[in-house]
């Protein structure tokens, strides 16, 4: 089992930064990949950007250049630049671990004001 705990949300002027951060504890030694996904009201919860135990990453169009997934441990943080209205959404921690599956974060608010 793992659990996993968001925190960094909040508040934010459009052209503003956040810093997401997402910590890991239980049977973390076997994650393959980590990842953010968000979801906006009426939306599908879709990807963000992940990040591979190599180290290899993958962002969604919408935000490649402004934000940037890094890990250390096991922990996982979102930096997020010049935000914009459209990004405000619920944003989920998310982990893939090899032989037992995917586990997700309880999401942390982002809003951004125009």
């Known amino acids: 089992q793992v659990r996993l705990v968001e925190s960094g949300g909040g508040l934010v002027q459009a052209g503003g930064s956040l810093r997401l951060s997402c910590a890991a504890s239980?049977?973390?030694?076997?994650?393959?990949?980590r990842a953010w996904y968000r979801q906006a009201p009426g939306l599908q919860r879709e990807l963000v950007a992940s990040?591979?135990?190599?180290?290899s990453t993958n962002y969604a169009d919408s935000v490649k250049g402004r934000f940037t997934i890094s890990r250390d441990n096991d922990k996982v943080a979102l930096q997020m630049n010049s935000l914009k209205p459209d990004d405000t959404a619920v944003y989920y921690c998310?982990?893939?671990?090899?032989?037992?599956?995917?586990?997700w974060g309880k999401g942390t608010q982002v809003t951004v004001s125009s």
């Open positions: 990040i591979s135990s190599g180290g």
């Open positions: 998310n982990v893939i671990i090899y032989g037992s599956g995917i586990y």
């Open positions: 239980g049977s973390t030694s076997r994650i393959l990949t």
